[in-house]
């Protein structure tokens, strides 16, 4: 069974900086993609950003390309997410998931496994 863990949520202004950490438990993590999910209250979980089984390829939503940066420590079974120029509407529960692929994915059904999530809130 695999375990998701993350941390480093919090409360932030607008246009500040947070990390996001998850933390996974098992031998296979190094095998599968990772991802960041996030949910706003009142609307669907949507795709944030993925990293390939090495790292060497991701993908962002286009809301926050160029403003986050995900990446994976497979020594320590970790993936990150670097969010910088913090806006109000990236106030939501953010989720990191493990994927059933090597490869990245941007879909949300490539994901059996699922962390409980760290909330971000970000202030005006």
């Known amino acids: 069974q695999v375990q998701l863990v993350e941390s480093g949520g919090g409360l932030v202004q607008v246009g500040g900086s947070l990390r996001l950490s998850c933390a996974a438990s098992?031998?296979?993590?190094?095998?599968?993609?990772m991802g960041w999910f996030r949910q706003a209250p009142g609307k669907e979980r949507e795709f944030v950003a993925t990293?390939?089984?090495?790292?060497?390829?991701?993908y962002y939503a286009d809301s926050v390309k160029g403003r986050f940066t995900i990446s994976r420590d497979n020594a320590k079974n970790t993936v990150y997410l670097q969010m910088s120029s913090l806006k109000p509407e990236d106030t939501a529960l953010y989720y990191c998931?493990?994927?059933?692929?090597?490869?990245?994915?941007?879909?949300?059904?490539?994901?059996?496994?699922w962390g409980q999530g760290t909330q971000v809130t970000v202030s005006s």
């Open positions: 990293v390939s089984w090495r790292g060497g390829i991701t």
């Open positions: 098992g031998r296979t993590f190094s095998s599968y993609a």
């Open positions: 998931a493990r994927s059933t692929l090597p490869q990245s994915s941007v879909q949300s059904h490539d994901y059996n496994y």
